[in-house]
Each structure stands twice: as structure tokens, then as C-alpha cells.
């Protein structure tokens, strides 16, 4: 069973970047579809963006579509999103997400907040 641990969240004005990284462990990684998601406060979880297994193929939420970048390191068993453009309505805690068949995967969780 993978775990996942999700890092580089924080703070960050309108506009910035920031940069995400999901460690997994366990065995085949790459035999996963990797994303991530996010919640805000008094939201339902959203989809950010999927991976494909080998990388080859990404798709993004209309709303992050241009300013957000999924990709993934299968030798680092590592997925990552880099975050351009931020805005306010990105805050959220950011989740990992691995999905091979009907298992579904989640860690724990990364803070990230864009002040106005």
C-alpha cells in the first residue's frame, strides 16, 4: 500500500509561485495515476490535476488550467505541482492523491494560503 506525504505549502502574495511535492513510498509507484486536490474552508475537496503513470499525459481544472504544472518523477517516486499566478482563491490544503484501479490513496495534507 503506498503512503504519500505531501510538502511545500505556506504563504504567499497574490501572484507568486510555489512549489508542491509529494513523496510516496511502497512499491510501484509508477503503476499509479497520481493528482492533487484541495479544500477550502467550508468547501468540498476539488480536483486540481492528474498524471498519467508514465507522465505522458496531464489534464488541470478549468481553474488552474495555464498556471498550474503536474509532472512526476518515477525514479524519485515523487509527483509535483508547481503553482504560477496564485491567487486567493487558491488557498487550500493541497492532497496527494494515488489511484491504481479501484484504490484510492491520500495524504495528509499541505497548507497553502495567498494573501490578497
Known amino acids: 500500500q503506498v503512503q504519500l506525504v505531501e510538502s511545500g505549502g505556506g504563504l504567499v502574495q497574490a501572484g507568486g509561485s510555489l512549489g508542491l511535492s509529494c513523496a510516496a513510498s511502497?512499491?510501484?509507484?509508477?503503476?499509479?495515476?497520481m493528482g492533487w486536490f484541495r479544500q477550502a474552508p467550508g468547501k468540498e475537496r476539488e480536483f486540481v490535476a492528474t498524471?498519467?503513470?508514465?507522465?505522458?499525459?496531464?489534464s488541470y481544472a478549468d481553474s488552474v488550467k495555464g498556471r498550474f504544472t503536474i509532472s512526476r518523477d518515477n525514479a524519485k517516486n515523487t509527483v509535483y505541482l508547481q503553482m504560477n499566478s496564485l491567487k486567493p482563491e487558491d488557498t487550500a490544503v493541497y492532497y496527494c492523491?494515488?489511484?491504481?484501479?479501484?484504490?484510492?490513496?491520500w495524504g495528509q495534507g499541505t497548507q497553502v494560503t495567498v494573501s490578497s
Open positions: 492523491n494515488a489511484k491504481l484501479l479501484s484504490q484510492k490513496h
Open positions: 511502497g512499491p510501484t509507484f509508477s503503476s499509479y495515476v
Open positions: 498524471i498519467s503513470r508514465s507522465g505522458g499525459s496531464t
